[in-house]
């Protein structure tokens, strides 16, 4: 196990369809550092603050998010296991009393683009989405903003409301037992 560690992470993220997920992908792999292609789960728990873990094929994790969902900019603690103790994290969460609210199924490609992180998801019953982040200490928090948002407008993407998110997370949050089948 590692040691937790908390950093300030910028991000944003916007929604693109399918045409545009395969332009970007070609474009990142021509044109980016490949880091990772990923295949996830991740649980969000029903507790106050935002709590998750996920499995995907390299380790488990568990993490906190402090700040409201779907913001720019939060703080984290991030705590790595090993891959295969992904079931009895489940089950300490469980007996704690953390039952999963919702899960995801993902596809993510991680690259790097400069000093920018670029993740481009394909969820399965929640769409495709470009995420760009830094992670930063607090005093560069508007420049890294600022640099993501430029970043975002040069790959053609307009980055999407956090009301957007938060609307198509409500949706998926009553329906992905549905939708993710």
């Known amino acids: 196990m590692k040691r937790a560690r908390g950093f300030t992470e ?6 693109v369809s399918d045409s545009k997920y395969r332009r970007l992908l070609v474009f990142l ?17 029903d507790k106050k603050g935002n709590t998750r873990m996920q499995r995907n094929d390299f380790f488990t994790k568990l993490w906190i998010k402090r700040g409201k969902l779907h913001t720019s900019t939060h703080r984290e603690l ?7 103790d992904f079931d009895k994290l489940e089950e300490a969460m469980l007996l704690m ?3 999963p609210k919702i899960k995801w199924f993902r596809l993510r490609y991680t690259f790097r683009w400069g000093n920018t992180n670029v993740m481009l998801d394909k969820t399965k019953g929640y ?22 948002r430029e970043g975002m407008h040069s790959l ?12 198509k997370y409500k949706y998926y949050e009553r329906n992905w037992r549905r939708l993710a089948d």
Do not use: H
């Open 10 to 15: 910028i991000e944003i993220r916007g929604f």
């Open 29 to 45: 792999k021509k044109n980016c550092k490949f880091i990772s292609k990923d295949n996830q789960i991740t649980y969000y728990f």
């Open 78 to 84: 991030e705590i790595k296991f090993d891959k295969n």
């Open 97 to 99: 009393g953390f039952a």
């Open 127 to 148: 769409g495709n989405i470009i995420e760009l982040e830094m992670i930063c200490s607090s005093r560069e928090k508007e420049r890294s903003l600022k640099a993501l």
């Open 156 to 167: 053609g993407v307009k980055e999407t409301p956090s009301a957007e998110f938060e609307r």
